[in-house]
């Protein structure tokens, strides 16, 4: 056996280990860790070494070397465990992660459009940088902390969430809301879902169940086991650890449930590519600095080693929820116990005729219940019911215009010579006194374009 | 026996063969060992005290007539070849006089009867032709039969006298071209025309080495052609095996092989259908056939091998893979 001595001889031994394993996929853990520990023989000293190989460095592969190897050797995994506790939520990059609620392009008039790029050197997201930007905060990609494609710094959210409601929909209880079109419907879902996602700051698992007509119970299922079937994608994407990682039977009952939801493991292996992960079956042709990308091959394998429900009920269901939720736990620990939330965001375009008529038997369904925290969102009123009312006061949506004019430095560019006295009021006056007739913060944004598309043309100058 | 039964005809050819290739061979050693009473003759130069000549005429002081085979069978000798060498002149006659008698009784009358190879009563006395020179004087001239009393003898003597006109001239043996006189009994003699017959002619003998040689190839032949349909068998039954199972089969075939080109075709193809699958159920047996020790077997695994029967895992993976696990 190689008595490892000289720190680049540990560094080499890790590095090999590592892409041993990304090599030989999932099932060789037992054997490269039992290899390492024979091979590394001086723990002590290496342990800086395995930290930066294996827990900044390392990727998947890493935390699952880390996490087996302290299990195999009981010295070193209270170390380990330390490590791998300290940061439950790895912070990723989510260019490539965001949820699967497509963000649609922004809704401006070609237009608009032109002069922002104009504007501002023809960059593309510069349609960003407006004082008022998407008339939806929905279509802010940066309401996800998504990272700015030339910039290092990400850009602050135009979502405004210091609203009276918003505590209830990211509070651990049923609730059921009046959500009148413009209120910011979306945007609030959206965000409480990037929030409170298995890797999100607040970690927890979030169904988006958006309904439609039949309600009987197994078409329910069907939109509730999609939902669940999307948000463990979703997660998986973001960081397959969680998965990897868990107990085998937790670990054997998600991936079949994965499996009968996407259909079979050649769909899910698409729905995963198509999700940003290199699922490739081709070797790895410079194993010497093997491509941390490849970690998407361990989850592959783990996988590829389930067959699928033939089919599934509510309990099933039920019982995968929550059998994600003790997987979540055990890997992303907290202080308090392991006990995550669990969140159905439910939304619809109903009529009134269908929502007076079925939103009050979903609102009072058991299995629904049961599963988490029921957030019923509606356009209609229910005089029954007791709703939270999304609506938007005067002062509310001056406050979230200030919000947005501030995040945006809007002043920075807004250059009262070019503008002229009168333009420069106008626009301030717009700032300060949010007119009358508008409910909601798409009218107020949407005025707010108008005024600037139609006032800012001298800032173009030679431009 | 099954073999044997199934190719009789090519062992008893085979047989036949070696059985005739041998006879023609040993001829030499046969004429050496088998012969009985084989005495070399010298050769006797004589000089006609009238002219210039030369006459070379060979024969023993003895020839040893050994009694075998039955009472009152003919023992037959012949004359395998003299040679005379003789520049007499044309007109000249000369005879060719051979005599037998009783050794052990000098003085008892020898009744020899000569005879010619086909048992023909013929004149011990012989016409020598002029010019007549070896190889082309007759190789078999008579046949010397046995006493027509039928009494028994140990020895007869032969001697020759080479008479022109009425005198007759001393044979001075010299050494020279033998004549060889061979002795053998009517059984022997029989076997020995047997085996001539059947084992003494070097075109059958040739037909039956072709035939053999024929059928070897040809047997070769399909015993390719076999093999090469067993292996497009084997290959067909790869394919619609599952992958686990075929990646084994394959590389047992592999590495027990010759045809490696035709096996690695047939795994890249399934690798080109389920690549995921394929490259999964590799992994998984390499990591099965890595044992405790980090020393995976070299004969289980045979690391150069691997890295060409398949594409799963690059070069640089499986030289990574020996890297770690072998000290």
Known sequence: MTMNTTPIEIEVTLQQALCSFRILGAASQDEIVQRLDERVKEKETALEAIRNEYYLRGGLAGRILLRAWGQHNADLGETFAKWLNDDPVPQHDTNINLPQTDIPPLPLSPKHKKFLENFFNGKQFASYYTPFGPEKAEDDPRLYGFKAPDQNLSIPSLFYDKLPWYPEIAAEQHSFFFAPRGCGRTAAIGQARHLHRITGYKPALSLYLFLCPPFESTHLLKFVADALGRALLDALLEDAYWFIAADHEIRADIGRFLLWWAGDLVTLLRRLRNGGLPIVALPIERANKCDPSYDSRLLTDVLGSYSSLEHICWDDTIAIVRAARVAIGKVYLTQDDWDYPIYLWVDSHLSEGVASQEIPRLWDNELLRRMGNLKIFIRHEFSDLEQIRMEWKAQHLHEMLEHRWKRSGTDSFLDKEKLGDASYMLLQEFRKDIHDKAHSPQEVIREGNRLFEQLGEPLMGDR | ?327
């Open chain 2, 1 to 327: 026996m099954q073999i044997l039964r199934k190719n009789l005809v090519l062992f008893l050819l085979a047989i036949y063969a070696v059985a005739s290739l041998g006879y023609q061979a040993s001829a030499p050693w046969r004429e050496r060992t088998l012969g009985t009473g084989r005495a070399d003759y010298q050769v006797a130069s004589v000089q006609d005290p009238s002219e210039e000549y030369r006459l070379a005429i060979h024969y023993p002081t003895t020839i040893p007539l050994e009694v075998a085979g039955e009472r009152g069978r003919p023992l037959v000798a012949w004359l395998w070849g003299s040679s005379l060498t003789s520049s007499m002149p044309s007109t000249t006659t000369w005879r060719l006089v051979i005599n037998a008698t009783n050794e052990t009784r000098p003085n008892a009358p020898t009744n020899v009867i000569f005879t010619n190879k086909d048992g023909l009563e013929i004149a011990s006395t012989l016409t020598l032709q002029p010019g007549v020179s070896e190889p082309e004087a007759p190789r078999s001239i008579l046949y010397v039969s046995r006493l027509a009393d039928g009494r028994e003898m140990s020895y007869a003597r032969s001697n020759f006298q080479l008479w022109r006109d009425d005198i007759e001239f001393t044979l001075t043996p010299t050494p020279n071209i033998p004549v060889i006189v061979e002795l053998e009994t009517q059984y022997a003699a029989f076997g020995r025309k047997l085996c001539d017959l059947l084992l003494n002619t070097p075109a059958l003998t040739w037909v039956s080495v072709l035939t053999i040689g024929i059928n070897f190839w040809v047997k070769q032949k399909e015993k390719k052609a076999a093999e090469a349909k067993e292996l497009e068998n084997k290959i067909k039954a790869l394919k619609d095996m599952p992958i686990q199972q075929a990646w084994q089969t394959y590389w047992n075939l592999y590495r027990a092989n010759e045809h490696k080109q035709e096996l690695q075709k047939a795994w890249r193809e399934i690798e080109t259908l389920y690549p995921f699958e394929t490259s999964k159920v590799i992994r998984k047996w390499l990591t099965n056939h890595i044992h405790t020790g980090g020393m995976p077997p070299e004969r289980e695994i045979s690391w150069n091998d691997l890295i060409n029967a398949q594409s799963s895992l690059s070069k640089d993976e499986i030289e990574m893979l020996r890297a770690f696990f072998i000290t």
